[in-house]
């Protein structure tokens, strides 16, 4: 049975929180043997947290965690309890400026959703994805 852990990073409403989070989320899959997973996973908690900070007004959190099952979850908290609005396919979001976020983790992840969520007090929502370890 692989190890399980769980991590969360509450980060302020800046856009420089997203290198923070992408630089911890690498250093906790190497500290855990899951280098691999780093480059994928790097881009997935980018696109993510990119959301919850540039389309919401309150703090958000990268919340990384690994089941027993040995499948990485990644997910971003934000305030804003608004479902994210549904990504285009990869095909069709390329040539936008802006948009391209969903449709990078559906193509990227092994799946996606979201989840109504609160915390310490504040409605909001989890947008969150699966990487299975190969």
Known sequence: MPETWDYTLSVPNDLRAVTICRRTLRLILTMHGLIGLADT???LAAELVSNAV???KGAA??????SPEGVVWIGAWDADP?????PGSLETVTDREAGRGL???AACADCWGWQPSTRFGNRGKYVWCEVGVA
């Open 41 to 43: 996973a790097e881009l």
């Open 54 to 56: 540039r389309h919401t």
């Open 61 to 66: 959190a990268l919340r990384v965690r690994r």
């Open 82 to 86: 608004v479902p994210p609005e549904p």
């Open 103 to 105: 449709g990078l983790v």
